[in-house]
């Protein structure tokens, strides 16, 4: 009989050979397990990174997707304000237009008082003689001459 000394993974395993038998200190069991289980753990592996591939595929695609909306939704957006633009553009141009045709049909007149010096002074009388309202006839005369004479000079100037 012979003695050999072997290693198997990190097993150290020795082998009797005699003509008639080898014998292996390591059994043909225990070899399937460690196999099975190398090969269970190489399995898990290959699923785990095709899990990845899938997931990492996923996001991809959600991305482009999501870049699609994002553009969509600016294309959108950047009408709307186009068109804000032009009903801000004709609304204020209408209101202009709007806004002259009235300044053109009503001109404004500028009005001043006839008389008023006269009319101040016939209503501090009749204040400080309310009781006696005879007493500002002269000035109530006064007042109505004046207003008869700015109508006669307004008249005159029309016509």
């Not at 553009?71 to 004709?90: D, G, I, M, T």
């Not at 045709?101 to 209503?123: M, N, T, W």
Request: aromatic share 8%.
């Amino acid at each position: 009989m012979t003695l050999f000394v072997c290693v198997i993974g990190d097993k150290l395993c020795s082998v009797n050979i005699s003509l008639n038998f080898l014998l292996i200190a390591v059994s043909d069991e225990e070899l399937k397990k460690r196999i099975a289980e190398e090969l269970a753990l190489e399995r898990a592996r290959r699923d785990s990174e095709a899990q990845k591939r899938r997931l990492a595929r996923q996001l991809e695609e959600k991305d482009r997707e999501l870049k699609k909306h994002d553009a969509y939704y600016k294309e959108q957006l950047a009408r709307l304000e186009e068109r804000s633009a032009q009903f801000y553009k004709v609304t204020t141009e209408q209101y202009q237009k709007a806004a002259d045709e009235v300044s053109a049909r009503f001109k404004r007149y500028e009005s001043h008082p006839i008389c008023g010096e006269l009319q101040d002074k016939i209503l501090q009388c009749y204040r400080e003689h309310a009781q006696e309202t005879l007493s500002c006839s002269a000035l109530a005369s006064q007042y109505l001459n004046c207003v008869n004479h700015a109508k006669q000079v307004s008249w005159a100037c029309s016509h």
